[in-house]
Nanobody, 115 residues
């Protein structure tokens, strides 16, 4: 079983920055990729950014140029630097770990951007 501990969410004004972290622990065999998803009230969960163990990244169009995802393979930890935040970025952000045969989710961390 994999445990994911997320941190870094909070309340920030538009234009501000936040850095999310997610550390994976427990019985981990091989992580293929880690990523962040978000879900706003009344909306479906959507991909924000993902990074493979080899460092390849993919971003939602809405966050390109503002968010940067990175991963510390040795620590099984993924980070996401979020700059120039907008009110529409307000959501619960979920960490995701893909081991190929298994996908694990964090409990979510709230990000609120005020206008």
């Amino acid at each position: 079983q994999v445990q994911l501990v997320e941190s870094g969410g909070g309340l920030v004004q538009a234009g501000g920055s936040l850095r999310l972290s997610c550390a994976a622990s427990g019985t981990i065999f091989s992580i293929n990729a880690m990523g962040w998803y978000r879900q706003a009230p009344g909306k479906q969960r959507e991909l924000v950014a993902v990074i493979t163990r080899g460092g390849r990244t993919n971003y939602a169009d809405s966050v390109k140029g503002r968010f940067t995802i990175s991963m510390d393979n040795a620590k099984n930890t993924v980070y996401m630097q979020m700059n120039s935040l907008k009110p529409e970025d307000t959501a619960v952000y979920f960490c995701n770990v893909n081991e190929g045969y298994r996908t694990s989710w964090g409990q979510g961390t709230q990000v609120t951007v005020s206008s």
